[in-house]
DNA sequence: AGCGAAAACCGAGTACGCTAGGTTTTCGGA
DNA sequence: TCCGAAAACCTAGCGTACTCGGTTTTCGCT
């Protein structure tokens, strides 16, 4: 998966020096980025607190922006570590609860929603590093989703004429646009609310029986 | 409303020069960032474009995400007009397939959902001032799609069961997400197409016959 | 008409993101 | 063990966003 931690025949690969640098230096972006946003970070104060040079840094991260992509991938494992726990045999109402769980799990990680703004943003130049990563994000989580709806239209638990890649691409588009409308918001909106209210009228035309969540 | 274009009593004003030139300035900057992206256009272009220096332009908008902001007010304000054109009598149905062609109409604009995907971000930081106007959009357009929602339910083309204010919200936070699936996805996405499902599956909840659109 | 205050504009300087090239350090293989 | 190639790192310099004075232009008011 990762082609810098370990040598491949022929190249040579990172150093020891180098993976420890690396891991510094993305745990010291993210503390400065969550801590004074980041906009407002500079590298050279991220370089220094792992003791090295701007010019350094830049030798492991080409950009500032890079550098942010880095943190937003972590994160990002994470999240499809959490996901990949919900069983394939899960009923309808268990998938659109998952949504809420999962709304109110990015509420406890403080910074995490701004920041995933910041590079959804960034993520819209088709030359950015970042739209690669949001690309490949936004199919696999779209597809992951589609595939445990129609497992469970299999086993009847979600109604037979259901459009589920459509379903699945308008719940993370739910997501995003509330979690958009939530940091704008200072906070204020009840985000997980929000989601739980989408989640129960779709459940009413989604699942077999016609009741919500 | 604008303070700037007319002389308020003890203070001066703008002069006759200062408007037209920020009027071009807007132009020019709505034009290269539509062209060449906003990242990618250097404060001096633009300047260079109406005839003056970039310390010039900054004396009239103190920063570049300023800029940004001053060019978004424009497609906000038109944007606005062209809702206040659906009747306040609009049913239940009428108003979900205006969602669909207003869509539609972003699609016609181009860079112009980029630059809303930008702005969004920088809103996200409360200190800035892109903020405090996306704070003041949302809340009227919530609002005003609300609103319309609620007269249509007193005429009865709307189920009485229905919260308006959360609909809305969903509705706006499903353009908002789909619209960012759909720059990221390079615009393979059918984004009209998507949110005419949403559209569709919302109106078999919310109409008193219970059909689609 | 023309005074004067505020707007409009310029120019020099700063901080930051980033590039280019050179120097030092690491570490696999002879 | 130690050679040397690649990684790690630094220094110098450029472009850009932005600041801070100072200078010029506009235009309401007498």
């Known amino acids: ?11 040579r690969g990172s150093y020891a ?26 590298l050279t104060r991220v370089a220094e607190d792992v003791g090295i040079t701007e010019g350094g840094l ?23 570590a959490w996901w990949s726990r919900l069983p394939d045999d899960a ?11 999962a709304t109110e799990r990015h509420l406890r990680e403080p910074g995490l929603i701004e920041l995933f703004v910041l590079t959804s943003a960034e993520a819209a130049d088709p030359a950015s590093a970042a739209h690669a990563l949001f690309a490949e994000r936004y199919q696999s989580a779209v597809d992951e989703l589609a595939r445990k709806l129609a497992a469970a239209m299999d086993l009847g638990t979600v109604r037979a004429d259901t459009d589920c890649p459509a379903v699945a691409r308008e719940c993370i588009a739910v997501s995003d646009g509330l979690q958009l409308q939530w940091v704008i918001s200072g906070g204020t909106l009840d985000l997980a609310e929000a989601v739980r209210l989408h989640a129960d009228r779709l459940a009413r035309t989604l699942l077999p029986d016609g009741n919500g969540l």
Do not use: C, W
Not at 3 to 10: E, L
Not at 28 to 41: H, P, V
Not at 58 to 80: D, Q, Y
């Open 1 to 11: 998966m990762n082609p810098m931690t370990s040598s491949t025949q022929g190249r």
């Open 17 to 42: 020096v180098g993976i420890a640098r690396r891991q510094k230096i993305v745990e010291a972006a993210a503390r400065r980025f969550a801590l004074e946003g980041y906009q407002r970070t500079a």
């Open 91 to 101: 009923d309808g109402r268990d998938i659109l609860r998952a949504m809420v769980a």
């Open 58 to 80: 830049l030798h492991h991260f080409r950009s500032k922006k890079h550098l942010l992509l880095a943190v937003m991938e972590h994160r990002f494992t994470a999240e499809a």
